[in-house]
T-cell receptor, first 110, second 116 residues
């Protein structure tokens, strides 16, 4: 079992939908939780990160961490076709080397 | 500011040929990383360097070597390329090295390598 599990999708939603992307993990030492967005044929770029448990909001994006359940989520409100990309979760704690999920492919169709 | 620059962007090799992927950063970050990305496999760490003068193996180091030439540059060498090394390679830098913190990575645009 990988330390970080992420459903690869693809997840296909209509424009305007609320999107929920999720990762589960097994390492209790993880403290920093990051979401990267990767457009086709580009490198990943940081979307946002949170420390420990709780929520963090940035525009249409909300990151949520539940350490008791070892479960993190990224919500996208009012999804747009430009949000179509692969979303990767990543975590650090104990070691500074990030552990990545495999990524979820999101398709937002007009 | 270029951030993280990788060269070349595309390369086709024959089995057994050698080549070096170059990576340079202008972010003054201490740590640098080489990943490969294959369909369904996600990002897999090949080698990393916590700081100038140090390198360590990641998850999939076999068939690769690295050099941390200075703080800015980190190269990845394939000595004898194999078809299994066909992949997209990403260089990244991190704002933390050997210390606590999120260690946010900044990635290059990628190098697409095909080994025939």
């Amino acid at each position: 079992q990988k330390e970080v599990e992420q459903d690869p999708g693809p997840l296909s939603v209509p424009e305007g939908a609320i999107v929920s992307l999720n990762c589960t993990y097994s390492n209790s030492a993880f403290q920093y939780f990051m979401w990267y967005r990767q457009y086709s044929r580009k490198g990943p770029e940081l979307l946002m990160y949170t420390y420990s448990s709780g929520n963090k909001e940035d525009g249409r994006f909300t990151a949520q961490v539940d350490k008791s359940s070892k479960y993190i989520s990224l919500f996208i409100r009012d999804s747009q076709p430009s949000d179509s990309a692969t979303y990767l979760c990543a975590m650090t704690g104990g070691s500074y080397i990030p552990t990545f999920g495999r990524g979820t492919s999101l398709i937002v169709h007009p | 500011n270029a951030g993280v620059t990788q060269t070349p962007k595309f390369q086709v090799l024959k089995t057994g040929q050698s080549m070096t992927l170059q990576c340079a950063q202008d972010m003054n970050h201490n740590s640098m990383y080489w990943y490969r990305q294959d369909p369904g496999m996600g990002l897999r760490l090949i080698y990393y360097s916590a700081s100038e003068g140090t390198t360590d193996k990641g998850e999939v180091p076999n068939g690769y070597n690295v050099s941390r030439l200075n703080k800015r540059e980190f190269s990845l060498r394939l000595e004898s390329a194999a078809p299994s090394q066909t992949s997209v390679y990403f260089c990244a830098t991190g704002d933390r090295g050997e210390s606590s913190g999120a260690n946010v990575l900044t990635f290059g645009a990628g190098s697409r390598l095909t080994v025939l």
